[in-house]
């Protein structure tokens, strides 16, 4: 299934009967699917169909949808000019200047003034607007369209991406895994080279007391459970990025799991070379995670 990111940008034009209809459509993250609409004056009527359009097609995202409506050249609606008016604005204008010395009127001013020229808005019948409303929604359709192809794209570049950082986590698991510091053998000459140290500091120490402190203490810094939990969490990653689909929220979620493996994975560690690997895993999931973001 495809993966998608919740960033793109997207345009589409159409033309209809005489009418030119651009749509320009952008989205970047968001925590739900939320739009913003730019309509213009008249065109108010199409904004519930084109949210449900949008949100139809996306899950998360914060969207921004531009329509832009002309007529085209052979479509222009002609201008109408008042002769009448205008001869008698033009003969008071000839008076005022043989009268008072005033300065010549000129043709764009006469022309300026309201009632002399007038470009009527077009009368749209019941049909002839439906006709124009199912036009903008089919190219605000392919604007969606293109927009899903463009958040693809850079869905299927970040699951390469995410899929990289799943392996990182996993080789960094094994080799926590297989860290030579986790050998029993290695484990007992630790603890015994620290009671010896405590025995030889102190006579009034019971040796058989430190021995079941330190027991304890081996088995509290044990760490089987951090890596098998990470393993697990490994494999639900790759499957859900397997899969696809809005799985932005549920790779968020085991982020934030693998986080929490990684610190209690550094907080039990009794060597500093379990230690360095927890760290790395870290930096790898806070990269994993941050990637994550931008998937819907």
């Avoid at 749209?124 to 199912?134: P, V």
């Avoid at 929604?137 to 570049?157: F, M």
């Avoid at 085991?254 to 994975?265: I, W």
């Amino acid at each position: 299934m495809i993966l998608q990111s919740m960033t793109g940008f997207a345009r589409a034009a159409a033309e209809h009967d005489g009418t030119a209809i651009a749509w320009e459509v952008k989205s970047v993250n968001g925590k739900s699917a939320e739009v913003r609409l730019r309509l213009p004056q008249g065109y108010e009527r199409l904004e519930a169909a084109v949210r449900q359009a949008v949100q139809k097609r996306f899950s998360r995202g914060n969207f921004q949808a531009t329509l832009t409506v002309g007529r085209t050249g052979g479509a222009m609606v002609q201008p109408v000019i008042n002769e009448a008016f205008l001869r008698d604005v033009a003969e008071l204008a000839n008076r005022l200047v043989e009268q008072f010395g005033a300065a010549p009127a000129t043709a764009d001013g006469l022309l300026a003034l309201r009632g002399v020229f007038d470009v009527p808005e077009a009368v749209e019948t019941e049909e002839e607007r439906a006709a124009i409303d199912a036009a903008i929604l089919a190219c605000l359709d392919a604007s969606l369209a293109g927009l899903e192809q463009a958040r693809s794209s850079e869905g299927e570049a970040l699951r390469a991406l995410l899929s990289g950082h799943v392996a990182a986590v996993e080789k960094l698991t094994l080799r926590a895994e297989a860290d030579p510091s986790r050998e029993p053998a290695a484990i007992r000459q630790r603890l015994a080279d620290q009671v010896r140290l405590l025995l030889d500091a102190s006579s009034a120490l019971d040796e058989a007391r430190l021995n079941m402190e330190a027991a304890f203490l081996a088995t509290k810094a044990d760490i089987r459970e951090e890596i098998d939990r990470l393993k697990t969490h490994v494999a639900s990653a790759r499957g859900l990025l397997a899969g696809g689909g809005a799985i932005g929220r549920k790779l968020d979620f085991l982020a934030q799991e693998f986080n929490r493996e990684s610190n209690t994975l550094c907080s039990k560690s009794n060597a500093a070379a379990v230690t360095a690997i927890g760290l790395e895993l870290k930096a790898v999931v806070d990269q994993f995670r941050e990637q994550v973001q931008n998937l819907e």
